[in-house]
């Protein structure tokens, strides 16, 4: 699940994890895909901050 990026919530619920933060501690290493989504996101947003600014 978490390789064909699903989101962390539904696998943990799947897993019957009490928790995500347990899918994250057992799992965590197989979501590089996240941490990348995350900086693209706010690149994104400082992209879109920057041409408001402009004139």
């Known amino acids: ?3 064909s990026q ?3 919530a539904m696998a943990s ?3 019957r994890h ?3 933060s347990t899918t994250v501690d057992i799992y965590g290493h197989l979501v590089p895909y996240a ?3 995350a900086v693209d996101a706010i ?3 400082l992209t879109a901050a920057e041409l408001a600014q402009r004139p």
């Open 6 to 8: 699903v989101p962390l």
């Open 43 to 45: 690149a994104a947003a």
């Open 13 to 15: 619920k799947t897993l």
């Open 18 to 20: 009490s928790k995500i």
């Open 35 to 37: 941490a990348q989504q």
């Open 1 to 3: 699940m978490i390789s």
